[in-house]
């Protein structure tokens, strides 16, 4: 564990984030997690025994024990030390789309348009490096995108969002008095600095060289506030897509590289590295790690925290220059409390299927360390993909928590229409359900702020006494603990062979019933090319709504519930709902500007709904339909607070349907079959 900009693979190298947490469960499905608090460069070892041994090169050796016994409680107690994950706004749930290469703004208007003609939901338009000047963080190519202002202006006036990438490292090498971002940090010495107390010169993406502005000095966050207001003032940006900081360097430290005589050098070639650290050198790509950070501390101590520390001090910079508006931050570098303050992406994954299986590890292992805004380039970011890899991927990236298509500079255009019909069909399909399915998710989120619970999860967590589910790996996960998802990870299948834990469970899509209530088995589902299988578990009741383009219109459509009745016919859900960007919502001290209502079926015949918190009252809460699945007989009628209402029933679905109700869901209701 040494922070390193490297692309993910199975080989056992160091690449963007050090998490040295780790979860264990028994055979009886008790589980325990243990954390070495500790940011030093570090390997562990797996013991046959087993065992686990932690071997750091420096620091404190600061240890904390989880005791579960569940593994969703070990996460939550986990959550509860390193911080509870930020509430994401409600648009940054919706589909974004990015690529590098889009050289002129006329090019990303052209695929944005395109996918919008196609029906296909989108919410965020992104930009990589193409936009800037020189790629000089906070200018504009005033050549290429000189109507950016513009373009961004109609973003927002059609309800959507837009967001930029923005790297850590300032270029070093521009004329004095030209470049404001690095006139500024001299003036406010805040760059990290070398072992001589000059600021510390490597090379990125900048013409000539770059310096690093520290982040762990107080200062540098009115820095990083005035650099971000003053590109926000040009260009009203949503959100901040931060990269590049482990942080990354082209150079092997400096141009001369690291010394070991000079002031801290010995740092800089220890008499031990890690095994599996990239060029067996700590500097490698690397800072210098005798560089020095504010409070003294060597480069070598902080190292793993850069990333870390620049998403806490974007964070406050976004909270000042959009007041009372959630931060939305993706970054690249993680350490341990980084869902606090904001989401990830896993970086520059090749375009192929094995990167495609294993981003579902990395989604759910980042959900394991409270990072639940995550997700995998959908569709993979280095070399080409193709057209049946992005069918199957678009369809498992809309059930990434943070779905975004993206690639890199030499590759073709990957986005659904540039590959051709299969690939919208498919990516039209998943989007809108995931669209459908936003205010399950939107809650599953605010569980997660409040509680640490993951968003996706592993299916043993579900079901830890199921001996099966710790061996499913990445072949199938869950949303919360109602819907489980089963992607195709493979070219050609169009079925998968899907194990449901023992319970009743409904095919998203055709509501067949499999019922396990003897125990866990796998079953055979179909895939076509243009559906990802989807189950639902019986005992949930899931909240709604119409598909939508964007999720600021989704916002004004109606709500409508759907009930998986269990074995036994009951069921339950809830809903947490407020305005989607507000902060402290739930954390206010006034009450929370929140609603929350639950939700519970019994016997299969009464339904009812509890408001449990009222707090958010801007909005009217209109319920239009519910549906009930898993009902073995036709009621003679329907009644909704002692009203008869319409319905339909189908026997061969067993699908209870009630349509036109108009309900306000602020108010507590009960509908008796």
């Given at each position: 564990?040494?922070?390193?900009?490297?692309?993910?693979?199975?080989?056992?190298?160091?690449?963007?984030?050090?998490?040295?947490?780790?979860?264990?469960?028994?055979?009886?499905?008790?589980?325990?997690?243990?954390?070495?608090?500790?940011?030093?460069?570090?390997?562990?070892?797996?013991?046959?025994?087993?065992?686990?041994?932690?071997?750091?090169?420096?620091?404190?050796?600061?240890?904390?024990?989880?005791?579960?016994?569940?593994?969703?409680?070990?996460?939550?107690?986990?959550?509860?030390?390193?911080?509870?994950?930020?509430?994401?706004?409600?648009?940054?749930?919706?589909?974004?789309?990015?690529?590098?290469?889009?050289?002129?703004?006329?090019?990303?208007?052209?695929?944005?348009?395109?996918?919008?003609?196609?029906?296909?939901?989108?919410?965020?338009?992104?930009?990589?490096?193409?936009?800037?000047?020189?790629?000089?963080?906070?200018?504009?190519?005033?050549?290429?995108?000189?109507?950016?202002?513009?373009?961004?202006?109609?973003?927002?006036?059609?309800?959507?969002?837009?967001?930029?990438?923005?790297?850590?490292?300032?270029?070093?090498?521009?004329?004095?008095?030209?470049?404001?971002?690095?006139?500024?940090?001299?003036?406010?010495d805040i760059f990290m600095k070398n072992s001589t107390g000059q600021p510390f010169v490597g090379r990125v993406w900048n013409p000539k060289s770059t310096v690093w502005p520290d982040f762990l000095n107080p200062k540098t966050i009115q820095y990083w506030s005035e650099m971000i207001q003053d590109f926000h003032d040009l260009v009203p940006i949503d959100g901040a897509w931060i990269d590049m900081n482990e942080p990354s360097n082209f150079w092997s430290g400096q141009f001369n590289g690291c010394s070991i005589s000079e002031r801290g050098g010995h740092l800089n070639h220890p008499p031990y590295v890690p095994r599996f650290v990239k060029g067996q050198s700590l500097f490698?790509?690397?800072?210098?790690?005798?560089?020095?950070?504010?409070?003294?501390?060597?480069?070598?101590?902080?190292?793993?925290?850069?990333?870390?520390?620049?998403?806490?001090?974007?964070?406050?910079?976004?909270?000042?220059?959009?007041?009372?508006?959630?931060?939305?931050?993706?970054?690249?570098?993680?350490?341990?409390?980084?869902?606090?303050?904001?989401?990830?992406?896993?970086?520059?994954?090749?375009?192929?299927?094995?990167?495609?299986?294993?981003?579902?590890?990395?989604?759910?292992?980042?959900?394991?360390?409270?990072?639940?805004?995550?997700?995998?380039?959908?569709?993979?970011?280095?070399?080409?993909?193709?057209?049946?890899?992005?069918?199957?991927?678009?369809?498992?990236?809309?059930?990434?928590?943070?779905?975004?298509?993206?690639?890199?500079?030499?590759?073709?255009?990957q986005d659904p229409v540039s590959l051709g019909p299969e690939v919208v069909k498919a990516a039209r399909k998943a989007l809108e359900i995931r669209y459908s399915l936003l205010p399950y998710l939107y809650t599953l989120f605010v569980h997660a702020h409040l509680k640490g619970t993951p968003v996706a999860q592993p299916v043993f967590f579900q079901f830890p006494r199921d001996k099966m589910a710790y061996y499913l790996g990445e072949s199938q996960f869950m949303w919360g603990s109602a819907l489980m998802i089963a992607p195709v990870l493979e070219e050609g299948p169009i079925h998968v062979n899907c194990y449901l834990p023992q319970g009743v469970w409904y095919n998203w899509e055709t509501h067949v019933k499999s019922d396990h209530e003897e125990g866990g088995a796998f079953v055979k589902i179909p895939a076509p090319l243009d559906t990802i299988p989807l189950l639902a578990r019986g005992g949930s009741i899931l909240v709604l709504k119409p598909p939508a383009p964007t999720t600021t219109d989704s916002r004004r459509l109606p709500f409508h519930a759907r009930a998986y009745v269990s074995s036994s016919?009951?069921?339950?859900?809830?809903?947490?709902?407020?305005?989607?960007?507000?902060?402290?919502?739930?954390?206010?001290?006034?009450?929370?500007?929140?609603?929350?209502?639950?939700?519970?079926?019994?016997?299969?015949?009464?339904?009812?709904?509890?408001?449990?918190?009222?707090?958010?009252?801007?909005?009217?809460?209109?319920?239009?339909?519910?549906?009930?699945?898993?009902?073995?007989?036709r009621p003679n009628q329907v009644t909704l607070d002692g009203r008869i209402v319409d319905f339909s029933y189908s026997p061969q679905e067993q699908l209870l349907e009630v349509h036109s109700l108009n309900v306000d869901l602020l108010q507590p209701f009960r509908m008796e079959l």
């Open positions: 564990m040494w922070n390193f900009d490297d692309p993910p693979s199975p080989q056992a190298t160091n690449i963007y984030g050090s998490h040295p947490f780790y979860l264990a469960s028994d055979k009886e499905g008790s589980s325990h997690g243990v954390f070495l608090r500790n940011s030093n460069a570090m390997e562990v070892i797996l013991q046959p025994t087993p065992a686990l041994t932690f071997r750091a090169i420096g620091g404190i050796l600061d240890f904390y024990l989880f005791i579960g016994p569940s593994p969703m409680e070990v996460v939550e107690q986990y959550a509860n030390l390193i911080g509870k994950p930020a509430l994401p706004p409600f648009w940054s749930l919706g589909y974004h789309q990015c690529k590098f290469g889009q050289t002129t703004l006329n090019q990303t208007k052209k695929i944005l348009q395109q996918t919008i003609d196609a029906k296909i939901p989108i919410d965020t338009q992104w930009n990589d490096l193409d936009y800037m000047a020189r790629r000089n963080d906070f200018t504009l190519d005033t050549d290429h995108f000189k109507d950016l202002p513009d373009f961004v202006a109609k973003l927002h006036e059609n309800g959507m969002h837009y967001v930029t990438i923005i790297d850590p490292g300032v270029s070093g090498g521009e004329p004095v008095g030209s470049y404001p971002p690095y006139d500024r940090g001299i003036e406010l490698f790509r690397n800072i210098c790690p005798s560089a020095v950070h504010y409070g003294n501390y060597s480069h070598y101590d902080v190292h793993n925290l850069f990333g870390h520390s620049e998403t806490v001090v974007t964070n406050a910079a976004l909270r000042n220059v959009r007041p009372g508006k959630r931060p939305f931050i993706i970054s690249r570098s993680t350490f341990p409390g980084q869902g606090h303050y904001g989401g990830h992406w896993t970086g520059d994954i090749h375009s192929d299927w094995d990167a495609m299986r294993l981003s579902i590890a990395g989604v759910l292992n980042f959900n394991m360390f409270g990072i639940p805004l995550v997700g995998a380039d959908i569709c993979g970011f280095n070399g080409n993909t193709t057209v049946p890899l992005c069918q199957r991927w678009m369809e498992l990236g809309a059930f990434y928590p943070f779905s975004r298509n993206h690639n890199t500079l030499e590759a073709f255009d016919g009951s069921a339950s859900g809830d809903l947490f709902w407020d305005d989607g960007d507000a902060l402290d919502s739930y954390d206010d001290g006034s009450g929370g500007r929140h609603n929350h209502i639950l939700f519970n079926l019994t016997s299969s015949r009464d339904l009812q709904s509890q408001v449990r918190h009222r707090g958010f009252l801007a909005e009217t809460m209109l319920l239009d339909s519910i549906s009930i699945i898993g009902l073995k007989s």
